[in-house]
């Protein structure tokens, strides 16, 4: 037996309590490069806590389809964590508040096209679920000591529906 959510589209304004959205939407903040680039400044709260430091790393997930079956939630209680796609491909972003220490009801977003986004710390998030191969992002989240991965396997599933 499972719970049903349907996915709704990634906007700056659903996402805020769970972290940003990040992409190249309406005018640059600045034109640089002779003119020739447009720069979209600053898009992330980039948080990597007390003795951690900036890393990229490159994730190759396998794609999932739809409808999903949502059982495990991950937090990282150290730093935040952004995933920037390297493909013009959808990807399903799935957030839960956090409820006197495990997730909420969660919520399921669709990106478009070129859209990433940066989880803020100790927000509750399924795994990397591409829709389409490949599957490659570039993430950047925290590098350093101490135990940054919480996960929660849910008692009853949520079945994600478009």
Known sequence: MSREIRTEPLTREAFAPFGDVIEAAGPPDKIINEGLCGRHHDLARLDFGEGGRAGI?????????????LDLLERHPEGSQAFLPLSLSAFLVIVAPDDTGRPGTPRAFVTT?????????????????PLAAPGLFAVVDRIGLGANLQEHRLDMPWQITD
């Open 113 to 129: 096209p070129g859209q990433g986004v940066n989880l803020l710390r100790n927000t509750w998030h399924g795994v990397l679920t």
């Open 57 to 69: 790393s490159v994730f190759d997930a396998e794609p999932r389809a739809l409808p999903y079956k």
